[in-house]
């Protein structure tokens, strides 16, 4: 019955997407959210989720299924990222006055101080990062993100966590210069 076999390659196709999506929708969400906010973050994952559905024969089944949703969600970020300068240009030609982006609240000093840290890095740092401390990925799993060799990572998650460590003991020392002159005054 040739019917029978695509009902059950269409049935067995349904439940790899349905597995998929119960074991790693929160983590693409999450990833979205923490780049795009809330107001893209679910049309982001849910533009992952399509490309998954429409490339299902190419998602990996094993434990690398999870890196390979956050390639794509990468790739979907950068074009949100696209999209949203293209509307920033197009609002500064037909408006003046434009709102300022709210930072995120910070509980402490000391986090505020990562933040701005953070903020003053070259974007790819500020990815790896992210990658690496927010989505909890190890570097083999960031290289299959990124399209790099493992190696490539290793050394520049090295220098980018170098680089955020540096640019937070200035900023720390800065605030301690500030602190002590305002105190002398």
């Not at 709210?102 to 974007?123: C, G, M, N, W």
């Not at 083999?140 to 937070?168: C, H, P, T, Y």
């Amino acid at each position: 019955m040739p019917g029978s076999s695509t009902s059950k390659r269409q049935h067995d196709l349904e439940h790899k997407f349905d597995s998929l999506f119960e074991d790693h929708y929160l983590a693409v969400y999450r990833y979205c959210l923490r780049r795009l906010g809330p107001v893209d973050s679910e049309d982001a994952a849910a533009e992952v989720f399509a490309v998954a559905w429409r490339r299902l024969d190419r998602v990996p089944t094993s434990a690398t299924a999870r890196a390979w949703l956050l390639a794509v969600a990468y790739r979907v970020v950068g074009n949100h990222y696209r999209g949203r300068r293209r509307r920033a240009r197009l609002s500064d030609r037909l408006v003046t006055d434009r709102s300022v982006p709210v930072e995120p609240d910070a509980p402490d000093l000391d986090t505020r101080l990562l933040y701005q840290a953070l903020d003053s890095l070259h974007e790819a740092d500020r990815e790896l990062l992210r990658l690496s401390s927010w989505d909890g990925l190890s570097n083999a799993e960031i290289a299959a993100v990124m399209g790099m060799k493992q190696n490539a990572i290793d050394q520049r998650l090295f220098r980018a966590r170098s680089r955020l460590r540096g640019r937070f003991d200035d900023l720390s020392r800065e605030l301690s210069e500030i602190k002590a002159r305002n105190a002398s005054t």
